[in-house]
């Protein structure tokens, strides 16, 4: 992607007063920074809602070459929304096909949206482009449109290579070749799986082996590390304290004068530089906690310890120690807490806050960090809707989409959206070339088991020529999990073909997706943490596979307590809302017999 600028306006009244937060621009902000990380913000304003305004403020931005200018804002029914019509009076060409794709896709969520009357259009090397006020609607109108964008910025801008291999990549997708998985025998489609059933821990050791995509690195301020993976070790380019400082608030003293009276020869706080006079016999020095210990001086002794013996206008003139101080006694030596060009933190630790003070206290203002792999994700099946559409009869709402890309960036991973996919091979390939067009990973969910709909490994042997390293787990949830990996373009890909059920998609998620993205950024801790657990059952299990069951997991008068959350079917997600835990059960378990088993803790253990 070729880098442009931007500029973000928010057109509203009680916005430019104050009177209201402008959401939608920082929403805005952070949509169009994640979706085009090449492009620089180099303009935000807030205006009224005053066409002159408006106009004055498109033709600054569009005089300083802006690329792309999105306004969030004015573009109702509302007799103060004019933003559509001051667009109008900069713009020297309409894009209308914008205006109707925002539209079209709009009406598919709210028929309010066909009171829109955004316009988009040209000035210049510039694309003005309308959004709603609203947060949600300005950031969902954008999701439709952002596809256009670069290859709309190259056009206006006359970049003819990024013209000309846009337009390569569009006759590329044009020149399709259908699928070769065939659809018309299904009599004689297999009985039995043709994949070998691998235990948990063999498929997570498969999947390890193949943890080889080339991992880049890039250089970040560290206000912004918060979560990434150290690609470097940080050396400390300071002692901390970088002079020895007091502990307490108090008087620093020469140990050797004992206890006794003192005469106070100056004051230090916190923030003033050392004095290099040395203290003399009998002097004191009143200084505050990280104040620096003056010339001379071998002790601090703590206010508590002391007591005033002569004061002038509310000035200390003469103290008392009471009790004789120890030599070094209260003092902070220099670098006792990092000694300059020590190692303070290490390669592969992923940035926590105290990272991040750690890093701010020894002077480094940017750190290397891995990149994380790109993910793409589709969902697969004809019964699948959108959550905000209106189901016929036969249909459900896609779950797992939103499910995992939560999920994943729960654990720090963004992961690109590609929707839903029908159960048929065309549809399938078509869809995951774009995938991994523009990522490393491949998630799919459903089709992956023994149905005559269920194409996923079929369209990835047979279509893309990938090897399954395994195509079924031992293990309940997620039985058909199936990983892959393939060239495509030249470059090595992984595909995760979780199951279509919503509690296996999220577990098996868990337990294979997350770990490997954490290799694959070189985290030094990619597995969860578990606790050894005994565990009992009071029925016969007929389904011989291991057990993870969704858990809450506490900690009760010395003990840990593992409580299932409910009914444990694949179908139902509500055994994992709450649920912190996935407790193993062994296969074919005995009744009331115990055995040592344990809970993996996929987030914080309730106390
Ligand atoms: N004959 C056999 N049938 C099945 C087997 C088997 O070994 N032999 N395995 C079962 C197991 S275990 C699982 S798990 C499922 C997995 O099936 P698929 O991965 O092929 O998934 P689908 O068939 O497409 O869907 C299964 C189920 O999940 C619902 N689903 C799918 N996608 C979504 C979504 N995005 N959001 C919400 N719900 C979704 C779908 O409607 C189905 O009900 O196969 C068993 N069958
Ligand atoms: O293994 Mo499936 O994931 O039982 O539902
Ligand atoms: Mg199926």
Redesign the pocket.
Known sequence: MTSASCGILTVSDSCFSKEKEDVAGKELEKAVTEAFPDYRIVFKAIVPDDRQEIINMLNKWVSEQCNLVVTTGGTGFSPRDVTPEATRSVIEREAPGIAYAMISKSLQVTPMAMLSRAVCGIKDKSIIINLPGSTKGALECFSFIRGCIPHAIALVTDNKSAVMKDHKAVQKQEQFEPSKVATDNVAERPRESAYAMFEVDEAVDLMLEQGSIPASTEQVPIEKALHRVLAEDVLSLDDIPPFDASIKDGYAVRAADGDGPRKIRSILAAGDAPTSMPLQKGEAVRLGTGAPIPAGADAVVQVEDTKVLVQEGGEEIEININKAPVKGQDIRRIGCDVAKNTVVLLRGERLKSAHIGVLAAVGKSTVTVYKAPSVGII???N??KEHYEELKPGQ?R????LTLINLLKEYHYLCNDYGIVRDEPNSIKRTIATVLTGNDILIT???????EF?FIKRVLIEDFKATIHFGRVNMK????TTFATLIFNGAKKLVFGL????V?ASVTCLLFVIPMLRCLEHASVWQFPTIPHVVTTSKQNSDPRPEYVRVIVSYHDGKIVAKPNGGQI??RLNSLVGANGLMLLPKSMTPSKEYLSKIILISDLQT
């Open positions: 969902t697969t099946g019964e699948l459900i896609d779950s797992n989409r969910t459903g089709g992956v088991s023994m149905g269920d949830p997620g039985k058909p199951p279509g059920n919503p296996s694949s179908s």
